[in-house]
């Protein structure tokens, strides 16, 4: 098992930035890497980006590509989701996820309790 604990949503004003943290423990050597997605009122959960353990493979989707950064930082087992210029439609409860090295839901087996970014002025 994997226990994935998020934190640092919280509510900006459009034009800021937020970070977010996932940590994981338990048996992350079993997954391939991990990924963030959120989840609007109303509408599916989404890709927003990934990354492998290795780091050797990033992922985005495009509608946060040059605005959102993924890192990680493997002695802590915790990746990051830096996220800039941030505007409304990015409003949703954003989880981590561990699992393959993907970008659909399924292909992740462990999932945090999600937290909530609020972008309003």
């Known amino acids: 098992q994997v226990q994935l604990v998020e934190s640092g949503g919280g509510l900006v004003q459009p034009g800021g930035s937020l970070r977010l943290s996932c940590a994981a423990s338990?048996?992350?050597?079993?997954?391939?890497?991990m990924g963030w997605f959120r989840q609007a009122p109303g509408k599916e959960r989404e890709f927003v980006a990934a990354?492998?353990?290795?780091?050797?493979?990033?992922f985005y989707a495009d509608s946060v590509k040059a605005r959102f950064d993924i890192s990680k930082n493997n002695a802590k087992n915790t990746v990051y989701l830096q996220m800039n210029n941030l505007s409304p439609e990015d409003t949703a409860v954003y989880y981590c996820?561990?699992?393959?090295?993907?970008?659909?839901?399924?292909?992740?087996?462990?999932w945090g309790q999600g937290t909530q970014v609020t972008v309003a002025s």
């Open positions: 996820a561990a699992g393959k090295r993907a970008v659909t839901t399924e292909k992740y087996d462990y």
């Open positions: 338990g048996r992350t050597f079993s997954t391939q890497g």
């Open positions: 990354i492998s353990w290795s780091g050797g493979w990033i």
